[in-house]
């Protein structure tokens, strides 16, 4: 009887090595679920990162100039991923503006570096590209909670030679009512939205405002500050403070960005800015 056990196991193993030995890591990866299908990179991106529901509207930027007068950059940004971009420099004889216009495409990869070297308390808003309508990278902006980090490329440099050459902030910016009572004189008034506000005395605060005047006239403009007012939906009235260099006359047949601040509760409605 005893001698039956020796004959069962070695029957036992000739079975096991006619059906061949068990690889451990065979037996694991086949308990494991199967993968799916990998998406190509750029899809993956793109669907993570889809423009819908992030900042559109107006931007502007009134940004100091070493060879002109004034330079203002205005940029548009579409529900349906578009974009119209003005870049205005004024001089004294003339007024030269870039208009581009193209698609807006998210950034893939380019700026891990920039995360990894940023403070967890930062903002790590999405990268996106800003291509013109043949295809070439004309900037990059970040979104923020504030507005936009715009980067501007150098369009002289090759593709793989690209570089920043402007870097500004563009404000967020609303139209505002205005109630002109100069002739011969065109301006549109915009509010900056969505800025840290400068506190003054609580609850005051310092809200800024773009104002761009156009001279239609044959003679220079001359304004002071005392000749802007804003009126708010109770009809009560807030002296403007505005910078010298602003109020410098405007020639003839020209137009002029100028920024305002008027100092009123955060719990006013600003209804309408009264020119004298």
Avoid at 4 to 23: E, K, M, Q, W
Avoid at 61 to 70: F, K, Y
Wanted: net charge negative.
């Amino acid at each position: 009887m005893l001698n039956r056990y020796p004959i069962a196991l070695s029957t036992l193993s000739l079975f096991l090595v006619a059906c061949g030995s068990t690889d451990p890591s065979r037996e694991y990866q086949s308990a494991l679920p199967s993968e799916p299908q990998i998406t190509p990179k750029t899809e993956v991106q793109n669907s993570a990162t889809s423009w819908t529901g992030q900042a559109t509207g107006n931007f502007r930027a009134l940004l100091p100039c070493d060879n002109c007068e004034q330079h203002v950059i205005h940029l548009r940004l579409n529900d349906d991923q578009t974009f119209q971009l003005s870049d205005i420099k004024r001089s004294k004889q003339r007024q030269r503006e870039n208009q581009v216009a193209g698609t807006i495409q998210a950034a893939q990869g380019n700026n891990q570096q920039d995360k990894q070297n940023q403070h967890p308390s930062q903002n790590t808003a999405n990268e996106w590209l800003l291509n013109t309508e043949n295809g070439q990278a004309y900037a990059r902006i970040q979104l923020t909670a504030h507005g936009l980090k715009f980067s501007l490329y150098n369009q002289k440099k090759t593709q793989n030679q690209q570089k920043n050459e402007t870097q500004v902030f563009l404000h967020p910016v609303e139209n505002m009512q205005v109630s002109n009572a100069l002739k011969h004189v065109d301006i549109q008034a915009e509010h900056v939205q969505n800025v840290e506000v400068k506190e003054l005395n609580d609850p005051v605060m310092a809200h800024d405002y773009f104002l761009a005047i156009h001279n239609q006239s044959d003679q220079a403009l001359q304004l002071h500050a005392n000749d802007l007012v804003l009126v708010d939906q109770q009809y009560q009235e807030y002296a403007a403070v505005v910078d010298p260099h602003f109020l410098e006359p405007i020639p003839a047949q020209q137009k002029q960005w100028i920024k305002v601040s008027f100092h009123y509760p955060a719990s006013v409605e600003a209804d309408v800015i009264k020119i004298k």
